[in-house]
């Protein structure tokens, strides 16, 4: 009998209105994160999501 584990990734959603209506949403995922809205999505490695992070954090942007 071979036992195989499944791996759960957890998925975080930010919606940057209050109305969660026609508005981006950030989605952090284990392996990066996607920003935008239906066909208009930007997907970052999480490499470059760690970048960007630092650069607004650090007041760069």
């Not at 066909?39 to 942007?61: F, Q």
């Amino acid at each position: 009998m071979e036992i195989v584990r499944k791996e759960t990734r957890q998925m975080k959603i930010v919606t940057l209105c209050k109305e969660g209506g026609c508005c981006p949403v950030v989605r952090i995922t284990d392996d990066g994160v996607e920003i935008g809205e239906k066909d208009n999505i930007c997907a970052l490695k999480k490499d470059e999501w760690e970048v960007l992070k630092k650069k607004i954090l650090d007041g760069e942007l």
